[in-house]
């Protein structure tokens, strides 16, 4: 792997990668033999039916994702975790965020630019929102699950810890990042942030 922050595939904008978690038993188990011990250990305290599985097919559609850009296989991508949760890879140039709901996940990856990305399955009881607008926001008369993602997109791209408050941050006032809406498969809400003026992203699904 370069060891000078080159990335072995140029990223031309920032790429949005959808990923179906619902995948047969023998996939999963492929899938998890490009995990690392620890992860395969954080999948199997997921108890809840199918999560686990969920979270394999999540986890290696990142690594799988990284590793064309790396210059290594899946299994060798040396993920990392910022101070409050934030997976990184240090040493190089590549940036990415990843949001899982339901049964799809997304994956942003960019090139030097911070990025941040949230989803949500459609339907999802967003009341909970509501109190957490800015007047701008209120005034904006915008899909509440949408409003959500943006906020939780950007605050993702800052990767920041348990301060962060959703009402801090007003979408309709966004300083040093640009916001996107995704338009995603099955009906699911999704944001993008990016660091910059510059939200412009290609939209891609990953099948295995
Ligand atoms: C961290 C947090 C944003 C995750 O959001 P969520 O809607 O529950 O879940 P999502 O599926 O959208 O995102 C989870 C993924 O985000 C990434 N992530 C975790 N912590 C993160 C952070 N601080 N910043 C950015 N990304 C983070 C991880 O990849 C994680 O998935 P993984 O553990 O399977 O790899 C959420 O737990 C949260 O809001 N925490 C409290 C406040 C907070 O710490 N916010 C962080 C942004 S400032």
Redesign the pocket.
């Known amino acids: 792997m370069p060891t000078d922050g080159r990335i072995l595939l140029h990223l031309r904008n920032v790429e949005v990668w959808q990923v179906e978690l619902e995948q047969d038993e023998p996939l999963v188990a492929r899938l998890r033999g490009l995990l690392s011990a620890d992860e395969c250990a954080r999948a199997d305290r997921l108890k809840r039916p199918g999560h686990g599985a969920r979270?394999i097919v999540?986890?290696a559609a990142?690594r799988i994702l990284l590793c064309a850009r790396l210059g290594c296989v899946p299994e060798e991508v040396p993920l990392d975790v910022?101070e409050?949760?934030?997976?990184f890879v240090a040493g190089t140039r590549l940036r990415f965020?990843?949001?899982?709901?339901g049964t799809l996940?997304v994956v942003a990856v960019a090139e030097d630019l911070a990025v941040?990305?949230?989803?949500?399955r459609p339907g999802r009881n967003a009341a909970a929102v509501e109190r957490t607008l800015s007047a701008g926001e209120r005034a904006s008369g915008d899909d509440l699950l949408q409003l959500w993602c943006r906020k939780?997109a950007w605050?993702?791209?800052?990767?920041?810890?348990?301060g962060?408050a959703p009402e801090a941050f007003d979408t309709t006032r966004v300083d040093g990042y640009a916001l996107a809406d995704l338009a995603l498969a099955g009906g699911y809400v999704g944001a993008l942030a990016v660091e910059g003026q510059d939200a412009a992203h290609t939209l891609c699904r990953l099948t295995f």
């Open positions: 979270w999540s986890r990142l910022a409050h949760g934030k997976p965020n990843l949001s899982h709901s996940a941040g990305v949230d989803l949500e939780e605050a993702k791209a800052i990767g920041g810890g348990l962060w």
